[in-house]
């Protein structure tokens, strides 16, 4: 039989009370135990994300630069864009994407990863729209709803301005000459004043040290773009990548004459064309 020394005996009793009083210390000071999750670190179900933060960053940021302002697909932080495109065509966008194009379809219905409330967080945002996210119980299943609210979340982005009042219209619509699907010809005269200057007259692109630079009449380029990109480009420019828009100078032409929503029609009528004889 082996007897402890007391002090040794002593010695585990106070081991022992500590080990039993570090349980009852958290429990009374609030704290989690060791390795217990944080409910607010928890992972949320793909399916119930609703911050546009993390929608953005996964589902767009990849085509549209991580703040929407430089990537290979048009800006969509653009006040310009955002001012003037129609809620309903921002939301098709996202919900089907565009046929042939790179832009694909969101909506969990047409084989995308996203949910309708999702699809209106990133339409709001987007668009510059205050909105509120409404939780509730229906029939037992929970119900997410995102509506406009003049004191709801603020876009991340901010809220543009109203668009110039003379501004084309971000979809073709019949003009005073009443087409709305436009004319080649005029398209030509068009491009010669607005952009031969950086595109080449025939849009074949500009000679440079490095090579032919600002090619816009190219098979791979007209393929993967549609009308309404194009009329969009002619619109609000491309502020990532020096292009001017609808309204801004042109090289050599300090007072160039903003376009006509008419001009803007018959200038992508030229650039359909264009397509159509690759």
């Known amino acids: 039989m082996t007897v402890w020394p007391a002090r040794r005996i002593k010695g585990c009793c106070i081991c022992l009370s500590l080990a039993l009083a570090a349980p009852l210390s ?11 999750p944080d409910p607010a ?3 949320v179900p793909a399916d119930q994300v609703l911050k546009f933060g993390v929608l953005y960053r996964q589902n767009c940021a990849g085509c549209h630069g991580v703040d929407g302002k430089l990537g290979p697909a048009p800006p969509l932080n653009d006040p310009l864009f955002r ?48 909105y ?12 997410i709803e995102v509506v406009p609210d003049a004191g709801g979340i603020s876009p991340t982005w901010g809220m543009p301005e109203r668009p110039p ?7 073709p619509s019949a003009s005073s000459r009443g087409d709305s699907t436009g004319n080649k010809e005029r398209g030509a005269l068009v491009f010669a004043w607005a952009c ?25 380029f007209l393929a993967l773009i549609s009308d309404q990109a194009l009329r969009r480009y002619a619109i ?37 064309s264009w397509r159509r004889e690759k």
């Open 26 to 36: 958290l429990l009374t000071t609030g704290c989690d135990l060791p390795g217990r």
């Open 41 to 43: 670190e928890r992972p």
């Open 83 to 130: 001012a003037i495109v129609p809620e309903e065509e921002l939301k098709d966008i996202l919900t089907k994407g565009r046929k042939k194009t790179l832009m694909p379809a969101f909506a969990n219905e047409n084989g995308g990863v996203l949910t309708a409330a999702q699809i209106q967080v990133l339409e709001n945002e987007i668009k510059g729209i205050r």
């Open 132 to 143: 509120r996210i409404i939780e509730r119980e229906e029939a037992g299943l929970a119900k």
């Open 165 to 171: 009042k003379r501004v084309p219209s971000y979809e």
């Open 196 to 220: 031969a200057v950086c595109h080449g007259n025939h849009g074949q692109g500009i000679e440079q040290e490095s090579g032919t630079v600002r090619t816009i009449n190219d098979p791979v």
């Open 236 to 272: 609000t420019g491309r502020p990532d990548r020096r292009m001017p828009g609808y309204a801004q100078a042109r090289p050599g032409n300090p007072h160039f004459v903003p376009l006509t929503d008419q001009e803007v029609t018959d200038l992508v009528a030229l650039l359909a």
